[in-house]
C-alpha cells in the first residue's frame, strides 16, 4: 500500500510540473512579419541586409535580440545550398562526357515529333 502512494504521489507531482510547464513555456509564433523568429529574417531580405550592416557597423549591439537573429538568419541561409549548385553527389558538371551526352539526349527528345 505503502508503494502504491509513492507512485501515485510522483504521478500527481509530474502531471503538476508538465502543466506548470506548458504555462510558462512561451508560446510560439508563427506570424510571418513577427520579427523574433529567424524565418522573419530569412525571407525578409531587405530587412536582414540592413540589421547585418548596422549590427557590423554597432559591434557592441551585437548581442541584441535583433543582432542575434538577423546573424542566424544569414549563417541558416549561408549553410544552405543555392539553386543550380550540385550537392555533390552525381559528379557530373557541364565539362564532362556525360553532361554533354545528356543535353544532346534532352535536345533530341525536345525536337520529336
Not at 9 to 31: E, Q, R
Not at 46 to 64: E, F, G, K, V, W
Amino acid at each position: 500500500m505503502r508503494n502504491f502512494s509513492l507512485i501515485g504521489l510522483l504521478i500527481v507531482v509530474a502531471i503538476i510540473g508538465y502543466w506548470a510547464k506548458s504555462m510558462f513555456a512561451p508560446s510560439v509564433s508563427h506570424d510571418p512579419n513577427d520579427k523574433a523568429t529567424v524565418e522573419y529574417w530569412v525571407t525578409h531580405d531587405s530587412d536582414r541586409q540592413t540589421m547585418l550592416s548596422y549590427c557590423n557597423a554597432h559591434p557592441d549591439q551585437q548581442n541584441t535580440q535583433d543582432c542575434k537573429l538577423a546573424i542566424a538568419a544569414q549563417t541558416q541561409l549561408d549553410s544552405q545550398p543555392r539553386a543550380g549548385q550540385n550537392a555533390g553527389n552525381s559528379g557530373v558538371d557541364q565539362t564532362t562526357s556525360q553532361a554533354q551526352d545528356e543535353l544532346e539526349a534532352q535536345k533530341d527528345a525536345n525536337t520529336l515529333p
